[in-house]
């Protein structure tokens, strides 16, 4: 039954696995026998590549700076994006189709190129050197996508069920809060985890923004040792290991809920 | 759902307290755990006795952080209210971040300065310091050590700091075995190379995925041989001779030739590929930089370097090149420490220090008799004897026609383009 | 109702159905202050520099002419048109793989009486989470013939050990696919979503009509998935026209082999913030004036497509 299915599904995987099986194996060997034998498994496990890699940084702290600015970030996202799609699709008039582009527009620019003046306001600020500075920076680049999703979603809501809601007598948060919210959800998992990982994977705005060991990111933290280890594939690949290793726990522990977040019929009438 | 708005409700609300607060020094403050060259650290703020300063220095030098900070806490014996932070870049982001830094005040005390047109520009926009009065500079360097990183006015922007050659790394245990003997021109060169692929063996290891790489260590570095030295560059500069005349065709045709001996697939060869193919003894020669001699410092095999061949053994002529120097920004909040760091490097003793720390295969500039212990690095050294040197062809003052050359190289040696054809496309760039 | 809505001014918490903007905006304030502030201005500010040139301290007003340089001057337009050309055909891989692929398997995951759907869908997602670095990276080792040769040579594939990312022929190609694999998931869990929205009665009801596998899929599911393709389209446009890393970890910031792997992405890079690679003096009014031309282009197309979807919705 459904060999055919199982086929395509098994080869995809395949090729989704086999790059990371590489990647997992060859991050124990020493620096040339992965030249030599690349596709086996190493005949000695060299775990000194994962204690080498550790002891050169503080990954914990790394850990926490990435946690804390994507966590944060997400949060305003999700909460001022839907206010913001809530009225936007409520709200029909010229000035709402303007709000409605000129939140679009973030999404079609390089937010690079905006990186000279955003230093600037982040150091009058205060915030440089720090894991803050990353947070609001994160929101403005997350809100365009949030507000495009959500509020194509919240048009599909059936005028007539907030209608009856407010005849109930509910106020404008209120339904947001009761009715609005609840369906939302996949659309809110849809945005959280579109924007999750450009915000976790992030490398740029931390590149610019701090230098101080104490607060930089994984992946900043991190890809300073592709430079000190170019010549090191094994080193490289442990250190791309351990910082993949965060999401891929992160989503594997709840993909069940997220995959139901994103995938449950979004809205049934 | 009500519970779940109030936790991130919670969330935001921790989240913006410190932003709102005092939030300057971020957020978190734990004990830094500071790396062990600063016993005294913890406790007694503040004492009557002198502050201290704290410095930071840029660098594209992503690989030497152990050996810099052995160098800064060297330092901390000379000025030991002085504490500097060496904070790399990698190589491809370093003129980024280190531009974006500068133009908005925030770039680092001490930094590391491109040589020539790269430097100049940001000397000019008044980021980089004058550095010409700094003691010791003027006297202790050669003019040519100086020039890389000199206005036309004769102002320094930066304080030498090290250079770096070019050569041919060989497998000396392939060699012996194949009954092979060190190349004197060219043509013994490819005659190598010959039987080396006849025996099965890949003769180089050189690729062109990185692109960089062939130009800056191969061709640039076999260059001299064919255009002479800076005298002679300086005419091609100036227009006098064309960058299409027949030595340059020469080089191209040369390169071109090397083309077979290259490894299987060299399109897709990157410069880490290269170094482990001769690391791992699948290529049997290497055309790269002497900052690599470090790599191969626990090679199970026997390795030496030889100059680049020219076609008449006579005209052999090595690049040797200027690359790094240190300079201060001028809106550091500590000219007076920065700058005596800067004259320490100008001195003997700080000199020596320095070299001693650099990574092996980077050469001292200063004037001062220093020796180095790798054997390799003054194998390295000894290639210049007897010859001429010049920094790499384009950077005194054609930078321009770098991405131009490099293309033109990729493409006689993958076949697209002919010697002359390569010559032409760079030499119809110059009026 | 719509007329004494009219009249209704600012009514915090009006009952009324559709109050004005005054009342509206008041939702959008705290999202206006982030986006005006850390995105909209400095953006602005940016785009601006299109009209200038030098670096900074030494900037000059020099109005179109950045814009006069991009199409004329023959350096300048030759990059400027290969790097559109190229992310054009990385933008056409994404949208065939993706839709293709992408409803494949939405259509094969949605099929509720096969068995191990869930892990088949966590695996596809998988790479999903990965930074672009790490994609880049790791798919450069394996397409590396350094690497592979011994392994393929083994199983009698020693053909299929080409330097893929070194020719000019492949390279777009190579790239553009691994950063398919890597963001597949995304329209996959869209189109899942969109599948999903219909009961199964309506598929059962299908098939005891006497439908085929075929007719439901044409005639049910495809016109679902419709307004769903729309949305990947806008997200893949603008996500491709600002690619970056994949080509930054997989090739180089030029774009190597001899530019064939350039896009618009690494040319505004090159331009506007690093420099050529290391030589580096950039000129951030070419940089704003690619972005500029980008920023127009992005938007019309957006609206169209947005105008498209919203009509037929």
Redesign the interface.
């Known amino acids: ?2 060999a055919g ?2 086929a ?2 098994i080869l ?2 395949a ?3 086999f ?2 099986y ?2 997992v194996i060859n991050s124990f060997k020493d ?2 026998s992965i ?5 086996n498994l190493p005949k000695i496990w060299h775990i000194s590549n994962y204690t080498d890699v550790l002891s050169s940084g ?1 990954f914990m ?1 790394y850990f ?2 990435s946690f ?1 600015a994507v ?2 970030s997400l ?2 996202v ?4 839907t ?2 799609s ?3 699709a ?4 010229r ?2 189709t303007f ?1 409605h ?21 982040i ?1 009058i600020l ?7 500075a990353l ?3 994160y ?3 997350g ?3 949030a ?3 959500l509020t ?1 979603f919240i ?2 809501i059936p005028k007539d069920l907030l ?1 009856a809601a ?1 005849i109930d ?1 509910c ?3 209120g339904i947001l ?1 009761k009715i609005v ?2 369906l939302l959800r ?1 659309a809110i998992a ?1 945005v959280a ?2 924007n999750l ?1 450009p915000f ?2 992030d ?1 740029w705005f931390p ?2 923004f701090i ?2 060991e ?2 930089k990111t994984l ?1 900043l933290g991190v ?2 040792l ?3 280890y ?2 090191d ?1 094994s080193k ?1 690949l442990a250190v ?1 290991t351990l ?2 290793l965060p ?2 726990t992160l ?2 522990l709840f ?2 809920h997220f ?1 139901k977040g ?7 009438g | 759902m009500k519970n779940r708005m109030l936790i991130v409700l919670l969330v935001v609300l921790l989240a913006v307290t410190p932003l709102l607060g005092a939030c300057q020094q971020s957020a978190l403050k734990p004990e830094q755990p500071e790396k062990a060259e600063t016993p005294e650290k913890p406790a007694e703020p503040e004492k009557p006795q002198k502050e201290k300063v704290e410095l930071t220095m840029g660098s594209w030098r992503a690989d030497d952080v152990a050996q810099m900070n052995n160098l800064i806490a060297a330092y901390k014996a000379v000025a030991p209210d002085v504490n500097i932070t060496f904070q790399p870049t990698n190589p491809p982001d370093y003129n980024a971040t280190l531009r974006l830094q500068l133009d908005s005040d925030t770039g680092p005390d001490l930094m590391y300065a491109r040589s020539y047109a790269t430097g100049q520009e940001l000397f000019n926009a008044g980021f980089f310091a004058d550095c010409t009065d700094i003691p010791g500079l003027m006297d202790n360097f050669t003019a040519s050590n100086l020039a890389p990183w000199q206005m036309p006015d004769g102002k320094m922007f930066a304080v030498p700091f090290a250079a770096v050659s070019h050569a041919v790394y060989y497998n000396k245990d392939i060699f012996a075995a194949q009954g092979l003997s060190v190349p004197a021109t060219w043509d013994e060169f490819i005659e190598v190379c010959q039987t080396l692929k006849d025996n099965g063996i890949t003769p180089l290891a050189n690729g062109v995925a990185d692109e960089w790489d062939i130009l800056e260590c191969f061709f640039l570095g076999m260059l001299p041989n064919y255009v002479g030295g800076a005298d002679q560059r300086v005419l091609y500069e100036k227009g006098d001779k064309k960058l299409n005349d027949e030595n340059f065709v020469n080089a191209y045709t040369d390169i071109a030739e090397v083309a077979p001996f290259l490894p299987d697939g060299f399109e897709a060869v990157t410069y880490n590929d290269s170094q482990v193919l001769f690391n791992t003894q699948a290529a049997a020669m290497f055309m790269d930089g002497s900052w690599t001699l470090g790599v191969y410092a626990d090679a199970d095999f026997d390795w030496g370097v030889f100059a680049i061949p020219a076609r008449s053994a006579a005209d052999t002529a090595v690049t040797f090149h200027p690359d790094m120097a240190i300079t201060m920004n001028t809106k550091t909040a500590h000219p007076e420490e920065a700058k005596a760091f800067l004259a320490w490097l100008c001195t003997k003793e700080g000199a020596t220090t320095a070299s001693e720390n650099l990574p092996v295969g980077f050469f001292p500039m200063i004037n001062f008799e220093i020796q180095l212990e790798d054997v390799h690095a003054n194998e390295f050294l000894a290639l210049n004897l007897g010859k001429q040197t010049d920094a790499r062809f384009v950077w005194p003052a054609l930078m321009d026609l770098y991405s131009p050359m490099n293309q033109a190289v990729i493409g006689v040696l993958k076949g697209t383009m002919t010697p002359q054809q390569a010559a032409d496309s760079v030499a119809a760039l110059l009026p | 109702m719509q007329s004494s809505a009219k009249k209704t001014r600012l009514h915090l918490g009006a009952n009324s159905l559709n109050p004005k903007g005054l009342y509206w905006i008041w939702f959008m304030i705290p999202a206006l202050a982030f986006y005006v502030v850390f995105m909209a201005y400095p953006m602005l500010e940016s785009l601006r520099l299109s009209f200038f040139t030098g670096n900074y301290g030494n900037r000059v007003f020099v109005g179109f002419s950045n814009f006069i340089k991009l199409f004329s001057d023959s350096d300048h337009s030759e990059r400027f048109f290969n790097a559109f050309k190229n992310t054009a055909i990385f933008f056409a891989v994404h949208m065939l793989v993706q839709n293709v692929l992408g409803i494949v398997f939405a259509v094969l995951l949605t099929n509720t009486h096969m068995r191990g759907r869930k892990i088949y869908q966590t695996i596809i997602f998988v790479p999903t989470t990965f930074a672009v670095l790490v994609t880049g990276y790791l798919w450069k080792l394996l397409l590396s013939p350094v690497w592979s040769k011994p392994f393929l040579t083994g199983m009698g594939l020693g053909a299929l050990a080409k330097p893929w990312l070194g020719m000019e022929s492949t390279a777009l190609l190579f790239v553009s696919l691994v950063s398919c694999w890597q963001w597949i998931g995304i329209p996959t869990m869209m189109f899942v979503a969109a599948l999903r929205n219909i009961s199964e009665d309506i598929y059962e009801a299908a098939y005891i009509d006497g439908a085929t596998g075929w007719q439901v899929f044409w005639g049910i599911k495809l016109p679902l998935l419709k307004p769903i393709i729309g949305m990947i389209t806008i997200l893949t446009f603008v996500n491709n026209f600002n690619a970056f890393d994949i080509v930054f970890a997989m090739e180089n910031v030029n774009g190597a082999p001899g530019y064939s792997t350039d896009l618009i992405g690494t040319l505004f890079y090159r331009l506007g913030i690093a420099g050529q690679h290391p030589i580096g003096i950039p000129d951030p009014g070419m940089g704003a004036a690619v972005s500029t031309l980008i920023f127009i282009m992005l938007a019309i197309v957006s609206i169209l497509i947005l105008r498209r979807t919203e009509t037929k919705g």
Do not use: C
């Open positions: 039954m459904h299915s199982h395509v599904l995809w995987s090729i989704v696995i790059p990371l590489i990647m620096r040339l030249y030599k034998d690349t596709f503080d702290r926490l700076n804390i966590i944060v949060a305003l999700v909460i001022l994006g206010l913001a809530y009225a936007l409520q709200w029909r008039g000035w709402s709000l582009f000129f939140f679009m527009a973030g999404m079609m620019l390089p937010i690079k190129i905006a990186s000279i003046k955003l230093l600037e306001i150091r205060g915030l440089l050197n720090s894991v803050w947070i609001p920076i929101v403005a680049m809100l365009p996508i507000v495009f999703v194509e048009r599909q209608e407010l007598g106020g404008r948060l809060k919210a609840p996949p849809t985890i579109y990982i976790w994977n490398l590149l610019i230098s101080d104490k607060s992946l890809t300073r592709f430079g000190q170019q010549t594939w490289v791309l910082s993949s999401v891929l989503y594997l993909s069940k995959i994103m995938t449950s019929g979004a809205i049934k």
